[in-house]
């Protein structure tokens, strides 16, 4: 094939185009992103059940702990066929665990563990998510806070496995480090790993007997960036130099029901002062035969990783901050809860959008802005954009389009420099899709009412190659954000293998059509970001991970190839394209105004390998040779890419493939090897 690049300009490229969306869906944030180790660490875990319009939760308190050592009474860890329960005892070890109330560290929290030890080195443990992981050579940092009931003696913090200690550390009751009101005392100790373990059990002892009542129990490795995030995790983000992220969702900003909705708010505090909530994921999957309690029922949000460490994330990774507001509706698709339009409780709604735009970017003489300054942030974040509802659509009950209004109007008329992201709904073939987009078309007349439509597709590959035209004739009055796209050439819970080439091939040839509709097509991201081996309820997605290692999948390295060879404007190939797709071959070309580099991205969806001949207009005679980077299958070893923890796990994992580079003259033919995608700049 030859490929004509004319040097006229046709859309401009927006430099932020290509994002991430993250949502706590897979144990993304605890157990992941957040680089907690301890499950449960403020004994408020509860247990999610029900089905759709009837959803409850019980209080499991004590859910990932246990007493240690084990004697033939014990239970511990993730004992999910344990009934909810409030206390634990193990006569042999003579220890007794309860969770209780009464004079609790936090309002918001109420409950803490109260132990009672009759022997000498006895305690409690916590396996965390699947067991706690440690590198060699690497310190673990531990926060609790304790209350010595009847108690002298010191506090033994160890990692342990098969009966071997791996980290361990000393401080005596006396060593406190500070005291709330209530005269719970906080204690920092340190402790190093001589050797890398995985599958292990961390463990407080008392050295002594007596009763010592303890809450928010926090273990964190030295290495987390700014003592928050997992660094494997970061950096695997970072290295897509993401345009912006989207948060906190998804579901989660909705919730199954009203009160399981995501509260920002209450993630403006101390750790220890956020509210737990049960996470909307819980109960995914549940049905009669598991009589509407699911394998995940303990999926719980701590909201370590809250609004003020997503903001902080996104100016860590050089992303765009897009939070998105509840609308007042709970997820349309499991509930029918709402707030009324006219209510209070739905001007509270709005007033939580004005309120964060104020802790984003208000100074630290306005109320929410001295919040972030008090966080340890005094400059604004600069926020620009803020999504209304997520996924949601009008029905006779549910007025969507009126609730939109509202919310931009009291949003433009304090801070008319905002850009509001729409809803299309769930979908884009149905009367939900059709029927937002004549609203906002009905508003075109007014150029800030909407800054762009967020659209979602999951769908089989074939439809992603069969609409690689989709943009070609939408007007081009209101722009679209490709908020939530994935190819599912398989799905489910736990299928890291539904991560394939052929899937993200297939994402590769649809993103030639954003990329060549960028006058339209402003934002775009894949979802889900995360998924932790055998923690998932939803297949595929960008990143696996498990303790110790992440997996990239062929769909990372594609959205990685797009983000970081984007150019300032697309150039113009004489339609070309279409006659291209029919011999299975998908391009669009870019040029970078400031490298003075022409940017083409082809993928080649064949069996065989395909050559193509590159025919450069005049105007670019004096680029004379190319540099290409290649993602397809792999061959006898993987590459490393700069990411930590990329060799292989012993069980099923995404479809393994390669990125290889290469270079040549532009005079001469490339060759697309088969089942590949290929940028080239020259």
């Not at 992201?421 to 078309?441: H, K, L, V």
């Not at 991560?499 to 889900?528: H, Q």
Request: include cysteine.
């Amino acid at each position: 094939m030859e490929l004509k690049i004319n040097a006229d300009r046709c859309a401009k490229i927006m430099p932020d185009m290509i994002g991430l969306f993250f949502e706590d869906i897979n144990y993304a944030a605890d157990g992941g992103l957040y680089a907690e180790m301890i499950e449960n660490r403020s004994f408020e875990f509860v247990r999610a059940a029900g089905d759709a319009r009837d959803y409850f939760f019980e209080y499991d308190g004590l859910y990932g702990w246990g007493v240690f050592p084990a004697g033939g009474n014990a239970v511990y860890g993730m004992a999910q066929d344990v009934p909810c329960g409030t206390s634990l005892s193990d006569p042999e070890a003579s220890i007794t665990l309860r969770a209780v109330q009464g004079s609790p560290l936090s309002e918001e929290n109420p409950h803490y563990l109260r132990v009672t030890a009759e022997k000498a080195d006895s305690g409690f443990c916590n396996q965390g998510y699947g067991g706690i992981a440690l590198k060699q050579g690497l310190d673990y940092h531990l926060t609790f806070f304790a209350r010595c009931v009847s108690y002298r003696g010191s506090f033994c913090a160890k990692v342990v496995k098969d009966g071997k200690c791996c980290a361990s550390a000393v401080v005596s009751c006396e060593d406190h480090c500070g005291e709330t009101f209530n005269y719970f005392r906080k204690y920092r100790m340190t402790l190093h790993a001589v050797e890398d373990v995985t599958g292990a059990l961390f463990v407080l002892l008392l050295t002594e007997p007596g009763t010592v009542e303890f809450d928010f129990i926090s273990l964190f490795p030295a290495d987390a960036v700014a003592g928050i995030f997992r660094r494997d995790l970061f950096d695997a983000l970072k290295a897509l130099k993401p345009g912006f992220m989207r948060f906190p969702g998804g579901c989660i900003v909705e919730g199954n029901t009203l009160s399981n909705r995501y509260r920002y708010k209450d993630s403006l505090t101390e750790p220890w002062n956020r509210k737990n909530n049960w996470n909307r994921w819980a109960v995914h999957g549940n049905c009669k035969e598991n009589g509407f309690c699911g394998q995940y029922s303990h999926y719980n949000q701590t909201l370590g990783l809250g609004y003020y460490e997503y903001f902080l994330l996104c100016e860590r990774i050089g992303a765009a901050p897009l939070p998105v507001m509840n609308v007042g509706f709970a997820c349309q698709y499991q509930s029918t809860e709402q707030v009324a339009i006219n209510s209070p409780e739905f001007a509270a709604f709005v007033q939580d959008a004005l309120d964060l735009i104020e802790f984003a970017n208000g100074g630290t003489d306005t109320k929410w802005g001295a919040v972030r300054g008090k966080m340890g942030h005094p400059q604004p974040f600069g926020l620009t954009l803020l999504g209304i509802g997520n996924e949601q659509w009008q029905t006779q009950r549910a007025d969507f389009f009126e609730r939109y209004s509202a919310f931009e109007t009291a949003v433009h008329n304090v801070y008319p420099d905002i850009r509001l992201i729409g809803s299309a709904g769930p979908d884009i073939t149905s009367e939900r899709y059709t029927a937002a987009w004549d609203f906002y078309r009905r508003h075109a007349d007014q150029p800030d009412f909407v800054y762009a439509v967020d659209e979602h597709y999951y769908v089989r590959p074939e439809w992603l190659y069969e609409h690689v035209d989709f943009y070609d004739e939408y007007p081009r009055d209101i722009k679209v954000f490709a908020g939530e796209y994935a190819a599912h050439p398989a799905s489910g819970m736990n299928r890291p293998d539904a991560n394939t080439l052929e899937g993200a091939l297939a994402e590769a040839a649809f993103l030639t059509n954003l990329e060549r509709n960028a006058d339209v097509v402003v934002m775009a991201s894949y979802a889900p970001l995360f998924a932790r081996l055998d923690y998932a309820q939803w297949s595929p997605d960008m990143i696996w991970f498990d303790a110790v290692d992440v997996y990239p999948t062929a769909s990372y390295y594609v959205q990685q190839l797009y983000s970081c060879n984007m150019g300032d404007v697309t150039l113009d190939t004489q339609g070309q394209e279409k006659e291209a797709a029919k011999e299975g071959l998908y391009y669009s070309v870019s040029y970078s105004e400031k490298e003075n580099e022409v940017i083409v991205k082809i993928v080649n969806s064949n069996d065989g390998a395909r050559a193509v001949r590159l025919r450069p207009d005049d105007a670019f005679a004096a680029h004379k040779n190319y540099r290409a980077r290649t993602l397809a299958a792999a061959g006898d070893s993987l590459p490393d890419h700069g990411l930590p923890g990329s060799g292989r796990a012993a069980h099923r994992l995404p479809e393994a493939v390669s990125v290889t580079d290469s270079d040549g003259a532009v005079s001469e033919e490339i060759l697309l090897p088969e089942k590949s995608f290929t940028v080239v700049r020259f």
